[in-house]
């Protein structure tokens, strides 16, 4: 649901949240009610150049924009989904594909923007787990993870209920556990992780290694591309997508063992290809998943792709708080 700047005002109810889903390309707002039903939403490009003032201009423009068109209604709270590392729950960010804001003060900001409106701020990828445990496909389960497979590789966790934070609010980084001591170099500064082999440009650039160019002159070396031509049937395409989904197996296994999990949905840029990375994802867990326990877990695609960021932010106030233990 978009908002255009000639849209009549549709006045909306008090007591929504004011959901904020943060990227280095995007930003999206919606007004969202109890039961997760995104009511008015609209999004813009971040800016270019990520200064941090123009960032934060961005925002309240659409902030701005979102709530006149609903008619300024009274809200319940801010929820806001930003890319880490952050200091949580302070919420002070400096994302690492935002390079104009490093320890920006983000929760404090809205907070003064929004007297007397309390603003709950999460990781991205923690925002995705619990909408999908909110309204997706992870929905009525106990123990869950969400992940993202996208630009890079991250998630959520939830355990007996409630949302797993760790220390500093970064339980959940599946992206960064080990699944091949000799692996690449990852940019986390580790070696071997989850998102050194299964991310996108990852994905891509080993396939251009083994000889994969795209089949369409002019397409982008890219996982989307690699998808279309997997789909086509380049062996090398197809391979890539084996290769990442199989890392994302292995993981899988390892984190239903350490948690007993229900359900694991997958979803990002990634996901996208269906069966191509998925096929290889449960064969990879089935073959890596010994115990009765560990082999339960279910693994689905995410349902709520688009909407998820903007539903996960609004998660954060959901059911009296069991996505909120700050
Ligand atoms: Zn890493």
Redo the contacts with the bound molecule.
């Keep these: 649901m978009s908002i255009s700047p000639n849209d009549p005002v549709t006045p909306l109810p008090d007591g929504l949240i004011l959901a904020i889903d943060i990227g280095g390309t995007k930003m999206a707002i919606g007004l969202v009610d109890d039961d997760g039903n995104v009511l008015a939403a609209d999004r813009t490009p971040s800016p270019a150049n990520q200064l941090g003032d123009a960032m934060w201009d961005a925002l309240n423009r659409l902030a701005d924009r979102v709530l006149a068109t609903a008619g300024n209604p009274e809200l319940a709270g801010v929820g806001v989904g930003c890319a880490g590392p952050m200091i949580w729950p302070e919420g002070i960010v400096s994302p690492t594909n935002i390079v104009g804001w490093r320890d920006f003060p983000l929760r404090r900001l809205l907070e003064q923007r929004f007297p007397g409106v309390p603003v709950r701020l999460h990781n991205d990828a923690i925002c995705m787990a619990i909408a999908e445990n909110w309204k997706g496909a992870a929905q009525g389960h106990q123990n869950a993870l969400g992940m993202v497979v996208s630009t890079g590789v991250g998630g959520g966790l939830i355990s007996d209920g409630r949302l797993i934070n760790g220390g500093f609010g970064n339980a959940g980084h599946i ?2 556990i ?1 699944i091949d001591p000799d692996g690449p170099a ?6 071997g ?4 082999i299964a991310r996108g440009p990852a994905t891509s650039a080993w396939a251009v290694e083994e000889g994969w160019s795209p089949l369409e002159p002019g397409d982008p070396a890219n996982a989307e591309t690699l998808a279309k031509d997997a789909r086509a049937g380049d062996l090398v395409a197809i391979e890539a997508y084996r290769r990442a989904g199989s890392a994302v197996g292995v993981g899988l296994a390892s984190v239903a063992a350490l948690l007993d999990l229900d359900i694991a949905v997958v979803g990002g840029g990634l996901s996208q290809a269906g069966e191509l990375l998925m096929g290889p994802v449960r064969l990879a867990f089935a073959e890596h998943a010994g115990m009765t326990f560990v082999k339960r877990m279910k693994i689905e695609r995410a349902q709520l792709d688009q909407e998820a960021g903007v539903v996960g932010a609004a998660a954060l106030f959901a059911d009296g708080g069991r996505y909120w233990n700050a």
């Excluded at 992780?193 to 050194?196: R, S, V």
Aim: glycine share 24%.
């Design positions: 992206g960064h080990v990852c940019r986390c500064g580790g070696r992780c989850l998102e050194a």
